[in-house]
């Protein structure tokens, strides 16, 4: 098992399977946006999602429910943008998939036309099965969702951890499945508990990446500003804090505010 930047020069969905093979595993984040993405990726990450997420942290939504196809496209293009060798996944969003497989092949086909995206991600298992198989059929990548899967809120009622009662563990272990048969490349699974994230990912073959569901999966997956600490009132168990960009960024603003007011920016050197 590897450790650290992998020497992987360009991440596909074939090389995310191989590292599950060989138990290497799968780093991805969350980027919405150009700058950022270049230094993700220059960072070494394997996987940058452009998850619907957006909606929350660049939008100020509470759900994830807003935001459009034309968002996503616009946040996607930026990303790829910025990528050299991570593969971008994107959320097809709330909307614009559910209920109909020949839209949900239309909005995958404008991700990856208009955007350059690598993949999509959709949320849900056999009841989407049909949407999933018509994305595929043109060959477009496709990773799952399972387990709390925020566009689905409204019907959940609250953020708690999912698949804790039988029959709901039992249909994620067959969505799970499903997917795997379908022919998705890589599933997500967010929040749930660990020992059944376990045994999803001991139970398919393709690579299985968590959020809130233990270290027994093939990869992890955080909010860029979450892990980063820009985001300040979102504190789930889950999440490990990297830096504390909020402070790091309050402080610089203050400083060059005083600056400002006092005249010592800009000085000599810093005028024509
Ligand atoms: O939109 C998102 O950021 C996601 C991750 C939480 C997996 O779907």
């Not at 496209?73 to 910025?82: C, E, L, M, T």
């Not at 809120?153 to 994620?172: C, N």
């Not at 500003?225 to 820009?230: A, K």
């Not at 504390?244 to 006092?262: G, H, W």
Request: charged share 25%; net charge negative; hydrophobic share 40%.
């Amino acid at each position: 098992m590897s450790v650290g930047k992998s020497q992987i020069k360009k991440i596909t969905t074939h090389q995310l399977r191989e590292m599950k093979g060989r138990s290497e595993k799968i780093a991805m984040l969350t980027a919405y946006d150009y700058s950022m993405a270049k230094i993700l990726d220059g960072a070494g990450i394997d996987v940058l999602l452009v998850g619907d997420s957006a909606s929350n942290v660049m939008a100020g939504h509470e759900t994830t429910l807003p935001i459009t196809l034309d968002q996503m496209i616009y946040h996607a293009a930026s990303v790829v943008k910025g990528v050299d060798r991570a593969l971008v996944v994107v959320d097809i969003p709330f909307g614009s998939y559910q209920g109909n497989s020949e839209e949900a092949l239309r909005s995958a086909i404008r991700i990856m036309k208009e955007a350059g995206a690598h993949a999509v991600k959709v949320e849900g298992g056999e009841e989407i099965k049909e949407s999933i198989e018509r994305i595929l059929i043109a060959g477009v990548p496709v990773m799952g969702h399972l387990g709390l899967t925020p566009q689905s809120i409204f019907k959940f009622g609250t953020y708690t951890v999912r698949a804790k009662e039988e029959a709901e563990a039992a249909k994620l272990l067959h969505d799970a499945k499903v997917i795997e048969e379908c022919g998705c490349f890589a599933l997500v699974l967010e929040k749930i508990p660990a020992e059944l994230a376990k045994q999803v990912a001991e139970s398919i073959s393709i690579p299985v990446i968590g959020i809130g569901a233990g270290p027994d999966v093939d990869g992890q997956v955080l909010v860029m500003q979450d892990m980063l600490g820009i985001t300040q009132e979102f504190k789930p168990r889950f999440l490990r804090s990297y830096a504390d960009l909020n402070s790091t960024i309050t402080d610089a603003v203050e400083r060059y505010i005083q600056d400002v007011k006092s005249v010592d920016f800009p000085n000599e050197s810093e005028k024509y």
